[in-house]
């Protein structure tokens, strides 16, 4: 039953998850019919020559940014830390990043 009264007692949080939600949701639908159509712009851009020296610049700038913050900034205090939460995002970006070089790699 708490689970129903979530939207009444945190109106701003459930809305802004359900707006995550429908976001990825749109995200999804749209790589999802991407198949059926002639590729875009931005498709071109993203496995042209140029997309490769994107992608490498932006894996070496993932790699450095969380080199510093994860090895300088964050206290290493165990695995119970409050900064794991930016350790799985890191860990998510630099996957989505490889992928993207990958695509742009492969595609051309």
């Known amino acids: 039953m708490q689970l129903f009264t979530i939207p009444f007692q945190q109106p701003i949080q459930f809305a802004i998850s359900i707006g995550a939600a429908g976001l990825m949701l749109v995200i999804f639908l749209r790589a999802a019919m991407s198949a059926e159509g002639r590729p875009s712009g931005w498709i071109r851009a993203l496995t042209s020559p140029n997309g490769k020296v994107l992608f490498g610049f932006l894996f070496i700038l ?4 969380s080199g510093l913050v994860l090895g300088l900034l964050v206290p290493h205090q165990g695995a ?22 990958l695509w742009s790699v492969i595609g051309e």
């Open 80 to 101: 119970d830390s409050p900064y794991g939460g930016f350790a799985l995002i890191s860990l998510f970006v630099g996957f989505f990043i490889m992928m993207g070089f």
């Open 62 to 65: 993932w790699a450095v940014v």
